[in-house]
């Protein structure tokens, strides 16, 4: 596979569990729920957060 699809293969894997998180922080899920559901770590789920209140 070309670096080029590697990445977009990620990208999109990554935009998946982003909004995975969003929706399971709307229902009111735990860090640790969040992460086991996603593999986002603590930090990236509380920058979700944070951006979700603004």
């Known amino acids: 596979m070309t670096k080029l699809g590697q990445m977009l293969i990620e990208e999109g894997i990554e935009k998946q569990a982003t909004d995975t998180a969003i929706k399971a922080i709307e229902m009111g899920m735990s860090n ?23």
Not at 32 to 54: P, W, Y
């Open 32 to 54: 640790e729920v969040i992460s086991e559901l996603t593999g986002l770590t603590d930090r990236e789920i509380n920058i979700l957060r944070r951006a979700k209140r603004n």
